[in-house]
């Protein structure tokens, strides 16, 4: 695909505009919102137990300690200073199979992330980190979802607001044809296509079996070429409870996104297994509205709809005794926080 097809592509396809393009409209609800509570930084108050109410700069690694130790997939916390030998023993790291997941402790975007399948791999990885990052046990199960959840602190039950399904970019042999070849045929495989080729290298010539499916990225981001699925019609009064009770027993957690892997619906049952991944403070997105054909104003409702909840959310918790962080505050945590990221 050439650089003018990929243009018209991102034009007519509005789920992949840049950010700043898709919340410029949000951006004048936020201003008045921020004018009424008398604070830019209204949001730091919507989850107090997470730093900046998980705006950016906050902990991987400290969020999931927040959650219960049976739903979240096994981890550490690998330090790039010391070799990872010296790592290996009482923290956990011999009990890591691969493949692992790994990624920044503090990152964004899915920046920085990598299945591991190779102890080459792994070594290779940590020598070209420079900051803190996670190794998390790879959690194999079929169904990924982004569940986004919302309690007001004034109420006692709080509501689902967004399902998000993935489907990973992949393509299926033929036969006849290369992974290169068939993913030319792909417009969203060859918007990722430079990434995707530096990561599989010759594998990329390599002819699939016929009906052989082959996963061209592992890493469910939608900047990474993975399509989102609004599945809020398919939800269930399980998914709900399940979710309300778990975000109610976690201290301090109002606003904000779980990305979990489960067995299937029944899960939310109790009848499969349940593993959260990550959870996204007042940061995160109701991603259903990425879904293609998803209408760019349907989206704004949504969006607009969000930081609604978002301010209500904080303003309870202020009104509770919990304060906003001033600009000197804010500034200071951007600060340590660009200097966290992961080196380029």
């Known amino acids: 695909m050439g650089a003018f097809r990929k243009f018209w592509y991102r034009l007519r396809h509005w789920e992949h505009w840049p950010a700043y393009l898709v919340y410029f409209p949000v951006f004048f609800l936020y201003l008045f919102y921020a004018i009424k509570a008398r604070s830019f930084f209204f949001f730091t108050a919507s989850n107090p137990s997470i730093p900046t109410g998980g705006a950016y700069g906050e902990s991987k690694s400290a969020i999931l300690k927040l959650l219960p130790a049976g739903l979240v997939p096994p981890f550490i916390l690998v330090q790039p200073s010391q070799s990872l030998d010296e790592q290996r023993q009482g923290t956990g790291f011999e009990n890591l199979r691969l493949p692992i997941i790994a990624k920044p402790d503090i990152g964004e975007r899915g ?92 594998e990329c010539l390599r002819v699939p079996d016929a009906g052989e499916l082959v996963v061209l990225e592992p890493i469910g981001n939608h900047c990474r070429g993975t399509a989102f699925l609004d599945l ?27 990305d979990l892997r489960c067995s299937g619906w029944e899960a939310f049952e109790g009848k499969g297994k349940i593993q959260i991944v990550e959870l996204n403070g007042c940061s995160a997105e109701p991603a259903h509205i990425y879904q293609s054909g998803f209408s760019f104003v349907e989206a704004q409702k949504v969006l607009f709809h969000h930081m609604s909840l978002l301010y209500q959310v904080s303003k309870i918790n202020h009104d509770q005794g919990v304060e906003y962080l001033s600009s000197r505050e804010m500034l200071s945590n951007w600060r340590r926080y660009r200097q966290s990221l992961p080196k380029a």
Request: glycine fraction near 8%; proline fraction near 6%.
């Open 232 to 258: 809020n019609e398919q939800t269930g009064p399980f998914l709900h409870r399940f979710v309300d009770e778990l975000s109610k027993s976690i201290p301090g957690f109002y606003f904000g996104r779980f």
């Open 111 to 202: 920046n920085g992330v990598e299945l591991i399948r190779s102890q080459e791999q792994l070594l290779n990885y940590h020598k070209k980190s420079s900051e803190p990052y996670l190794l998390q046990e790879y959690v194999d199960l079929p169904l990924e979802l982004g569940v986004f959840y919302v309690r007001l602190p004034s109420e006692p039950k709080g509501r689902v607001t967004s399902v998000t399904g993935k489907e990973f970019l992949s393509i299926t042999g033929d036969g006849r044809q290369s992974i290169s070849q068939l993913a030319q045929r792909q417009a969203r495989a060859q918007l990722v296509w430079p990434q995707i080729q530096a990561r599989m290298g010759s």
